[in-house]
Every structure is written in C-alpha cells, then in structure tokens.
C-alpha cells in the first residue's frame, strides 16, 4: 500500500505581493456595512406595529410589526449593501413646493 504525500504549495514571501493581499484584506474590511444600517427591521417592526394597532386594533398591530420587519429588514439590508442613505423628509405643516423645489408653508 503505497502513501502518497502531499505538499502545500508555499505562498511567495516576496513583499509586494504581500503588501497587495493586505491592502485587499483592508479594502474588504473598509467595505462591510456599518452597525447603523442594521436599523432597518426593528424600526419597521415599530412602525407597522403601530399603524397596524392604530388601524386594525391588536390583531393588526400583531400582523404589521410582522410584516413592518420584513419589508424593514429587507429596506435596511439592500440600503446597508448598497451604502443608500434612507432620506425621508418630514415637515410639520402643510405646504407645496415651490418652482426651486423648496418647501413653503401655508402659514
């Protein structure tokens, strides 16, 4: 019965080489989404729990935290991979944008 043995191919020591794996390892590193993106499923689950109570009484405050966390899961995970910023502009009084998209309003 004959052992065959084998070898690990030696990585090459030459520095550069070694310098372009760690500025590979860095880059990936720089580029995992941050903890704040991870935000999205327990706002959603709060969000859909209270408009599903406030619309539909405790089975639709059960039935929208559910499905507040998926869909803000879902949101929040593709904004945490792709880096877009969530932007949601809310302003206290009722208004309409003007020719210059600014915001004006009625009193």
Do not use: T
Request: hydrophobic letters at 40%; proline letters at 7%; charged letters at 15%.
């Amino acid at each position: 019965m004959n052992k065959a043995r084998l070898a690990a191919a030696p990585l090459p020591a030459s520095p550069p080489i070694r310098l372009l794996f760690a500025a590979a390892i860095l880059l990936a590193l720089s580029s995992l989404p941050q903890a704040s993106h991870a935000q999205g499923i327990v706002r959603g689950a709060q969000e859909g729990s209270y408009e599903g109570n406030r619309i539909a009484g405790p089975v639709g405050g059960a039935v929208g935290g559910v499905v507040g966390a998926g869909v803000g899961g879902a949101v929040g995970a593709v904004e945490g991979v792709l880096g877009v910023p969530h932007r949601h502009y809310r302003h206290r009084c009722r208004g309409y944008y003007d020719s210059h998209h600014r915001f004006r309003c009625y009193r």
